[in-house]
Antibody
Framework: EVQLVESGGGLVNPGGSLRLSCEAS????????MSWVRQAPGKGLEWVGR??????????DYAAPVKGRFTISRDDSKNILYLQMNSLKTEDTAVYYC????????????WGQGTLVTVSS | QTVVTQEPSFSVSPGGTVTLTCGLS?????????PSWYQQTPGQPPRTLIY???TRSSGVPDRFSGSILGNKAALTITGAQADDDSDYYC??????????FGTGTKVTVL
């Protein structure tokens, strides 16, 4: 059974930084395409970014609102996906979900329970 | 800026049928956008229902079906049940390698 467990959320001041982690199990992580999706309180889903597997050139793509501020990385030896968030804004306040991406189908397959990030002074 | 639009809300009677749509501001939705659909209840992560336009995810009941209707992607619930009372989101895969979620539809079964 695939399990994704996010951690690292919390309260941070505007302009601050935070790093989220997503620990994966039940899958061959090094072959998995992974993504982050967020959801602001009471709002809809918003795609943040995707990291293809290293076997697929490890391409990383980002949504426009986070490009240049957020960085996705992965440690295949530990089965962990990261989201480094810098220059945080109040509008980045959201639950951040880690997901797998079904390669060839461009869909978000398995989802974690999410971790809440609150950007506020 | 690309906008993916869904109906804000729908109401359906138990046993009834409802079709939700997913439209794209820049033009018609085709299978090339790999439309996918997600169901979400309050406080829970989304659940994947449909991918690649019309393929049901593992364990999804066959009362959920996906298609292209006219110039939009569509999700049809046939024989709605109380459990289907949820928010539904579509997502499209863009040429740029990015993804865009729809605005979401709240379905009420009553």
């Amino acid at each position: 059974e695939v399990q994704l467990v996010e951690s690292g959320g919390g309260l941070v001041n505007p302009g601050g930084s935070l790093r989220l982690s997503c620990e994966a199990s039940g899958l061959t992580f090094r072959d998995a395409w992974m993504s982050w999706v967020r959801q602001a309180p009471g709002k809809g889903l918003e795609w943040v970014g995707r990291f293809k597997s290293k076997g697929n050139q490890a391409t990383i793509d980002y949504a426009a609102p986070v490009k240049g501020r957020f960085t996705i990385s992965r440690d295949d030896s530990k089965n962990i996906l990261y989201l480094q968030m810098n220059s945080l804004k109040t509008e980045d306040t959201a639950v951040y979900y880690c997901t797998t991406v079904k390669a060839g189908a461009a869909c978000f397959d398995y989802w974690g329970q999410g971790t809440l990030v609150t950007v506020s002074s | 800026q690309t906008v993916v639009t869904q109906e804000p809300s729908f109401s359906v009677s138990p046993g009834g049928t409802v079709t939700l749509t997913c439209g794209l501001s820049s033009g018609p939705v085709s299978t090339n956008y790999y439309p996918s659909w997600y169901q979400q209840t309050p406080g829970q992560p989304p659940r994947t229902l449909i991918y690649s336009t019309n393929t049901r995810s593992s364990g999804v009941p066959d009362r959920f079906s996906g298609s292209i209707l006219g110039n939009k992607a569509a999700l049809t619930i046939t024989g709605a049940q109380a459990d289907d009372d949820s928010d539904y989101y579509c997502a499209l895969f863009m040429d740029s390698g990015t993804y865009v979620f729809g605005t979401g539809t709240k379905v009420t079964v009553l």
